[in-house]
């Protein structure tokens, strides 16, 4: 008869059975991955699953991580992470300031040419999100494209499109837009008058 032997893992505090010579799965993972069994030590409580470290480690990614897509629309345009926010303890600093992530909100920044930071930082709704984009404006019907890198200016009548013409200047796209809007504002109410 054969007897099995079970050891525990060798990592102190760890009371999982052991997965390979010395360490149990999730010890020997960090430590392939990392070079390192204690990487990974400010997730220990099991927040790595909740969508509070998934907004943090995506903002932190998004401005120091060159192979996020996303990097050259933030830390290639110099947006960066507060320093108290990085680092070993960056994550209990972040939680810290920014509170809990209420449930259906996600980070936001309030000025989007500045980075993430206590004071510039909150959490939004998506709707609020997409009205702060940098992309947007204050114009009802004017936007600038990322397909053609230029302002765009549209008006709808009746659900038709008799506006959509492309821009190079913001201002132009605005005096393009309330000319349409006097021309088919004036037009409707003729034809609604006859």
Same mark, same amino acid.
């Given at each position: !008869?054969? $007897? ?14 052991? *997965?390979? !010579? +010395?360490?149990?799965? !999730? *010890? ?6 990392? &070079?390192? $069994? @204690? +990487?990974?030590?400010? /997730?220990? @409580? &099991?927040?790595?699953?909740? #969508? ?6 995506? !903002? ?18 110099? /947006? +960066? ?13 972040? +939680?810290? @300031?920014?509170?809990?992530? #209420? ?7 309030? @000025? =989007? $040419? ?5 004071? =510039? ?10 009205? %702060?984009?940098? %992309? %947007?404006? %204050?114009?009802?019907?004017? *936007? ?37 809007? /006097? ?5 409707? *109410?003729? $034809?609604?008058?006859?």
């Amino acid at each position: !008869m054969i $007897t099995i032997i079970t050891k525990n893992c060798s990592i102190k505090e760890c009371d999982k059975k052991r *997965h390979s !010579m +010395t360490y149990c799965s !999730m *010890h020997k993972q960090r430590y392939n991955r990392h &070079g390192n $069994t @204690d +990487t990974v030590k400010c /997730i220990v @409580d &099991g927040r790595r699953s909740e #969508p509070l470290y998934h907004a943090y480690r995506s !903002m932190v990614a998004r401005c120091y991580d060159r192979k996020q897509n996303s990097y050259p629309r933030y830390g290639g345009r110099g /947006i +960066t992470v507060e320093d108290s926010w990085l680092g070993k303890e960056g994550f209990w600093k972040f +939680t810290k @300031d920014m509170g809990e992530r #209420p449930e259906g909100l996600t980070l936001d920044r309030l @000025d =989007n $040419t500045l980075g993430y930071s206590k004071k =510039n930082c909150r959490w939004a709704t998506i709707h609020e999100q997409q009205a %702060n984009k940098r %992309n %947007n404006n %204050n114009t009802v019907g004017v *936007h600038w494209s990322n397909t053609y890198n230029q302002w765009r200016a549209d008006l709808r009548v009746n659900g038709k499109f008799v506006l959509s013409k492309r821009f190079n200047t913001y201002s132009s796209a605005v005096k393009a837009r309330k000319e349409a809007e /006097i021309l088919y504002c004036v037009y409707l *109410h003729n $034809t609604e008058l006859k």
